[in-house]
């Protein structure tokens, strides 16, 4: 997918016109988190003991992470996978099909996957001649109306029912029909098909466990069990950071994962893959290739960005993100959206791209307290904004302005002097507090909102007044 | 096929990028560990039930004749005409015996199901493991064996032996992480999506609905 971040303020304008939309994103996001508040609840045991298990374990494995890649690629190989390395974007796509091509396939069926949607997999096996067809339902529905995921787990979420019921019409030619259990039918029945007939299925991996090679994968509709089980080859499409060293270290992952997902204590379907069908079995896929992506994540491990590997793109920081929930994912520009996406996606693409994104954050902090992994979202924000003024991506305007405010409030003077000329302008033009309207750019904050004019008695009064002292006044 | 890409670069690449290394890579497998207060096996299944029902699941214990009647109730309200019976599960043939004429079901054969146009089916099939704490039955292709019964079918029926029943999913792992087949599958309640309108919906792709026979039986 063309990354489209630098079109941020453009994308948002567009999310905010979409009524349809923000109701969608808010009653998703709701209740995902009314779930996940009620899991954490009957966590079994101490919740952010766990929390803080898995942040270590993530970061551990981290440090160490050339060690435990080597040994997950020697076992996966001793099993029968053939693991294959991709560098960049564009080698996993010439992979990609060089794979399909040498195993002959002209129908591939996808379980959710970011990795592939990163890389751009189903455009590049497209054209060259494989029809690819998405199996989860959220992405099943996109993937019909050509549209990128709007959420990590809920792919679907900015469509209605009555927009679901008209692409099934249109584009498979059903029945129009505003049931969602039909609907769900129509899918079931059309993708079974699919999974039937398919030659090679393609799945990411939620975890690699280094220890015996193999692949764990979370599901609720079974898809992902199905293109795993029943094409001749499976895919594997995962990037470096997912592996966890020990089999024992998939359980208290899964734990978090899906109570900060969906609330479920766990998934319907948990996969634990490893290697080929081996003699005697009588299913499972008889090649497994495996696709390592590391697509800028060395770098990423190299510097301070390092916790952001640790992300187990469970959704939760979408979900409570009051950005997220206001612009949906699209607005994001590219395949990550929400906080973690703010930080990872520059981190991917660059800031000559991305720079719009750390910005779009208030830094209320809310994501970082549902990290099941304690990802230090906001610190990373911040120093993405401080990394894009330091390579130029700041218009001069912004710099200046900065600086200004920079100045004014290390001048307790000129401060006061300005708090009181506002003082005396809201006095006699504001009287209800508010400005409704700025001259110039200024005009696009208060389009559509007004400006809070500034208090008649300054804050640093009022507190003197009551309290006595300031702290630097002691 | 050759694997493709440069293995060794990978690695030099992720090597370069750390700064020395932490203990993670010969820290002792928390495995080993010490087992918790033992538990009976009545509060086990309690716990097995309780959670496997709150993920829409359905449960019913006792011996194999009575629970016929709930079984058979619960397969006829589901439209199940057929069923499929893993070839060398005892217990699960034993059962289908027993179903068969109360439905009235025939056998379904894997070939009918894996080429469209299928009878409602429900897939009958002895768990391997069970686990405890989240209500899950397990299934693996270990020598032979299956997993189509709970994952083609319309309804999957798991025969639980209380003796498989254990407490977590590491109970599980570490039994199978010597050598662990092609497949392992935990299957907690039945397939289901809120991809439309977050609306649960059951069924998905794979059985729509999931009952938990526990019972002890002749094998
Ligand atoms: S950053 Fe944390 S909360 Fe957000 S998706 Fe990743 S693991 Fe989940």
């Known amino acids: ?230 094409p001749r080859v499976h895919m594997v499409v995962a990037s470096i950071e997912k592996v966890i060293p020990l089999m024992s270290d998939l359980p208290p992952m899964l734990r978090l994962l899906t109570r900060s997902a969906t609330g479920q204590p766990i998934s319907s379907y948990v996969s634990v893959l490893t290697g080929v069908r081996r003699p005697g079995d009588v299913e499972g896929p008889s090649k497994l290739h495996i696709l390592l992506v590391d697509n800028g994540r060395s770098a990423i491990l190299k510097g301070k960005y390092r916790e952001m590997l640790k992300c187990i793109r469970c959704g939760a920081c979408l979900n409570i993100c009051p ?62 904004r401080a990394d894009a003024r330091a390579q130029g991506h700041r218009t001069p305007a912004e710099v200046l302005g900065m600086k200004g405010f920079a100045a004014i409030m290390g001048r307790a003077g000129i401060l006061e002097a300005l708090e009181r000329i506002g003082g005396v302008f809201s006095q006699l033009l504001f009287k209800d507090g508010k400005i409704p309207w700025l001259p110039f750019r200024l005009s696009g904050w208060t389009d559509r909102r007004d400006f809070p004019a500034p208090a008649v008695r300054p804050f640093r009064k009022v507190w003197k007044s009551k309290r006595g002292v300031l702290p630097w006044n002691r | 096929m050759e694997p493709l890409g440069n293995r060794d670069d990978l690695i030099r690449r992720v090597h370069a990028a750390l700064h020395g290394h932490g203990e993670t890579a010969h820290r002792p497998d928390p495995r080993a560990s010490a087992p918790g207060p033992p538990e009976s096996i009545e509060k086990r ?24 009647p709930a079984l058979c109730e619960g397969l006829r309200s589901e439209g199940v005409t057929a069923l499929l019976v893993p070839e060398g599960d005892t217990a699960a043939r034993e059962l289908a015996d027993a179903l068969m004429p109360m439905g009235p079901f025939r056998l379904a054969s894997t070939s009918e199901l894996l080429h469209g146009n299928s009878p409602v089916t429900a897939g009958i099939q002895s768990s391997e493991f069970a686990i405890a704490e989240s209500g899950t039955v397990v299934s693996t292709g270990r020598s032979g064996r299956t997993l189509l019964p709970g994952l083609v079918t319309d309804v999957h029926v798991a025969i639980v032996r209380p003796g498989i029943l254990v407490d977590r999913m590491e109970d599980v792992l570490a039994a199978l992480a010597a050598d662990p087949p092609r497949t392992i599958s935990f299957i907690t309640g039945p397939s289901r999506t809120g991809d439309i309108e977050q609306t649960l919906t059951l069924g998905a792709h794979g059985p729509r609905a999931m009952i938990a026979v526990i019972t002890e039986t002749s094998t």
């Open chain 2, 45 to 68: 299944i309690d716990r097995f039930s309780e959670a496997l029902r709150s993920a829409a699941g359905t449960v019913v214990a006792g011996n194999l004749y009575s629970v016929l």
């Open chain 1, 323 to 384: 950005v997220y929930q206001t612009i949906g994912g699209h607005a994001y520009g590219w395949v990550y959206p929400g906080p973690m996406g703010s930080v990872l996606s520059p981190l991917l693409l660059g800031l000559r791209e991305a720079s719009a994104l750390p910005d779009a954050s208030s830094l209320c902090g809310a994501c970082a307290d549902v990290c099941p992994v304690k990802i230090p979202l906001p610190d990373l924000l911040l120093e993405l």
């Open chain 1, 1 to 230: 997918m063309e990354p489209r971040c630098h079109d941020f303020s453009r994308n948002v304008e567009r999310a905010l016109a979409n009524r349809n939309l923000q109701a969608a994103i808010s009653r998703t996001t709701g209740r995902f988190l009314e779930h996940r508040n009620a899991a954490v609840r009957s966590f079994p045991g101490d919740f952010e003991a766990a929390r803080e298990a898995a942040s270590r374990l993530k970061l551990a494995t981290l440090r160490d992470l050339d060690i435990h890649l080597a040994r997950f690629i020697d076992e996966a190989e001793r099993r029968g996978a053939a693991v294959h390395i991709a560098r960049d974007s564009a080698e996993a796509r010439d992979i990609s099909v060089r794979i399909a091509r040498e195993e002959g396939i002209g129908l591939a069926v996808k379980s959710k996957s970011m990795a592939t949607e990163e890389i751009g997999l189903n455009e590049a096996l497209e054209a060259a001649g494989v029809e690819v067809v998405e199996s989860d339902l959220g992405e099943y529905i996109i993937q019909l109306a050509g549209e990128p995921p709007s959420h990590l787990i809920a792919p679907a979420v900015h469509k209605t029912r009555e927009e679901v019921a008209r692409l099934f019409a249109d584009k498979l030619g059903e029945p129009y029909t505003e049931e969602i259990p039909e609907l769900v039918a129509i899918a079931r029945r059309r993708l079974r098909e699919k999974f039937l007939s398919a030659g090679m299925g393609i799945s990411g991996a939620n975890f690699l466990i280094a220890e015996t090679g193999s692949i764990a994968i979370v599901s609720n509709e079974a898809n992902a069990r199905m293109a795993t089980t029943l």
